[in-house]
């Protein structure tokens, strides 16, 4: 009897075990979806943005700025994809005063940032294999 009741304890254990899991990879998938579909649209709409020079232009350096802002570094190398090599070569000298008007409004100090194109690795989806 006692048997019997452990084992109907332990189906029943393995039984939720096996719900709970279901449940938690639909939860998975249907995330992993919204993921990807979001991804597609945000493709889509950068490369609208990306036509529009002047708003791109903005969203570099803002983009820029905000990178510089976590790292807080002397020396940063900016990657980008090889279409935009240009136009962040041409927007770096504005990220520069833009952080340093950041920083020295927050802080008091003026920081010393140094921007560069990232030259060693080219740019971002290049292989140096």
Do not use: F
């Amino acid at each position: 009897m006692a048997l019997m009741k452990k084992k109907e304890e332990t189906r029943k254990a393995i039984e939720k075990s096996t719900c709970i899991n279901k449940a938690r990879l639909k939860k998975i998938e249907a995330r992993q979806g919204c993921i990807e579909k979001l991804s597609s649209e945000v493709a889509s709409k950068l490369g609208e943005v990306a036509k529009a020079e002047a708003k791109y232009k903005q969203i570099l350096v803002d983009l820029i700025v905000q990178g510089c802002l976590k790292l807080m570094e002397e020396d940063i190398s900016v990657k980008c994809r090889a279409a935009d090599a240009r136009i962040v070569q041409a927007v770096l000298q504005e990220a520069q005063n833009n952080y340093a008007k950041i920083v020295q409004k927050a802080v008091g100090v003026t920081p010393k940032l140094r921007l560069a194109l990232d030259k060693e690795y080219n740019y971002v989806g290049h292989s140096n294999n």
